[in-house]
Every structure is written in C-alpha cells, then in structure tokens.
C-alpha cells in the first residue's frame, strides 16, 4: 500500500512559479509510473503531466506544455511537477498519483493509477 502526500501549492501571482513535491512511503516507487493531475472548483478532474518508472518519457496536457515540467527522484521517493509562468487558469487542487499500469511510459488515463495523493492547492492571482 502506498501512501502519497503532496506539498509545495500555495498562493502566487500570474507569472510566477511553484514546485510541487509528492512523496511515497512505500518501498516500490520505481515500480510505478507517476502523474499529476488537477481539479478546478466546478469542473472534472484532468491530466497535466505523467512520467514513465525510469524517468525518460514525459507527456503533458496542452494547457502545461512548455510551462510545467515533472520529474522524479527514484532514490528519494519522490516525484516533482515544477510550474512556471503560472496563470489565472491553473487554480486548482493538484493531486499526484502512482499507477503499476502507468509503469512503462507513463499515461494520462487516471484509470490507470491505483494510488492518489490527498491535493495540494494552487491559487494563481490575476
């Protein structure tokens, strides 16, 4: 059983930056293949970045690429969603999650993760 806590959101300006951590209490992190989604008050939750169990392969939702990058520290646990250029529009509670089925290279399909962490939030001031 793997346990996700998130940290790292907080209130910034539009064009700032924000680094989201999400550490994993469990032995098997490199087992598992990472994502960060969010969920804007009002609307589904969608995808923003995955990352494969090695590190190499990388996708993100539209809206973030360019702007966010994830990566991940197999050795430490854990996975970081680095946001930068942040806009009004990015508001929400971020959640990371873990997916033995995200293994290989990663997904955007949140069916595909077993574990979620509880959310950061994230306010981006106009």
């Known amino acids: 059983q793997e346990q996700l806590v998130e940290s790292g959101g907080g209130l910034v300006q539009a064009g700032g930056s924000l680094r989201l951590s999400c550490a994993t209490s469990g032995r098997t992190f490199s087992s598992y293949g990472m994502g960060w989604f969010r969920q804007a008050p009002g609307k589904e939750r969608e995808f923003v970045a995955t990352i494969s169990w090695t590190g190499f392969i990388t996708h993100y939702a539209d809206s973030v690429k360019g702007r966010f990058t994830i990566s991940r520290v197999n050795a430490k646990n854990t996975v970081y969603l680095q946001m930068n250029t942040l806009k009004p529009d990015d508001t929400a509670v971020y959640y990371c999650?873990?997916?033995?089925?995200?293994?290989?290279?990663?997904?955007?399909?949140?069916?595909?993760?077993?574990?979620w962490g509880q959310g950061t939030q994230v306010t981006v001031s106009s």
């Open positions: 999650a873990a997916g033995a089925r995200a293994y290989y290279s990663g997904s955007s399909d949140p069916q595909r993760y077993d574990y």
